[in-house]
């Protein structure tokens, strides 16, 4: 598979110049983002792991200000993965100190961005005091709905599919439901259920996997895949990707008006 690099000519361009490319009607509605690369980003400058992780919390900041700027309201970011829990206890016990200080800095910021924190995942598996903190600030959020930052803690797509299932069979026993399940029915049940799916999905640090994200979710959603590291993905990588999507032609499974049988 390709991996995007912009090595082309965009790599001469300053982002006011990239900027000017962009086409405001073809901006995608909703982003996510596998956010990959902290460790080699911080293995690279001979520094430990968890600052390849602080880097990545500076390019979430500066990411959700772009967006801001840009006008795409949704952002859908994959912070923590089920398989996530078999890193060592210790960059574990620090990714969740960092999960902590970033919801108590934005806090206050989600209520001046009138942004909703959306927290998707088995959310139960994580420490108590950061549970907590993570079911207050969704709440006090929940009203706002033009502007979303889901974060997936403790997520996995089959998971999510899985628990789906045992809703609605839990459902269905008590008449809530009966077969057959339309894939409408059935998105009510995942996590994402109020939230359209994503447009384009990035993943940074060259690979080209999926990793058990939103599995349901991206079943049309455009991939970009970029070399570039998670920390290092700042505004400009941020325009290369959009530039890149706004060239795709969008079908979901349909052919193009033009195209003969
Ligand atoms: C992948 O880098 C990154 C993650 C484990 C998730 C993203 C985490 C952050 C951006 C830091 C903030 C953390 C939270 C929980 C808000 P990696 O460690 O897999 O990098 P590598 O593949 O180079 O080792």
Do not use: C
Request: hydrophobic share 40%; glycine share 4%.
């Amino acid at each position: 598979m390709d991996i995007t690099s912009s090595t082309d000519i965009q790599s001469e361009l300053t982002e006011q110049e990239l900027r000017l490319g962009l086409d405001p009607d073809l901006m995608p509605h909703h982003v996510a983002i596998i956010m990959d690369g902290n460790g080699r980003w911080a293995s690279a400058r001979g520094l430990p792991r968890i600052a390849g992780h602080r880097e990545g919390l500076s390019a979430i900041r500066e990411v959700l200000n772009f967006f801001d700027e840009l006008n795409i309201p949704l952002l859908t970011i994959y912070a923590f993965s089920h398989e996530n829990w078999n890193r060592p206890r210790a960059e574990i016990s620090l990714l969740m100190t960092l999960l902590d200080q970033f919801l108590k800095k934005e806090r206050q910021t989600f209520q001046d961005r009138k942004m909703r924190f959306l927290p998707i995942g088995r959310l139960h598996a994580l420490p108590d005091a950061v549970q907590a903190l993570v079911h207050e600030i969704a709440n006090e959020t929940a009203h706002f709905t033009d502007r979303v930052l889901t974060v997936a803690l403790s997520y996995g797509g089959r998971s999510e599919i899985l628990d789906a299932v045992n809703d609605i069979v839990d459902d269905s026993r008590s008449g809530k439901v009966s077969s057959p399940i339309t894939e409408e029915q059935f998105e009510q049940y995942l996590t994402t259920a109020e939230l359209p799916d994503p447009d384009l999905l990035i993943r940074t640090s060259g690979e080209t996997r999926i990793s058990n994200f939103l599995l349901w979710q991206i079943a049309y959603t455009e991939l970009y895949f970029t070399k570039v590291l998670w920390p290092d993905f700042r505004r400009r990588e941020v325009l290369l990707a959009l530039l890149d999507y706004q060239k795709r032609e969008r079908r979901f499974g349909r052919v193009t008006q033009t195209a003969s049988p």
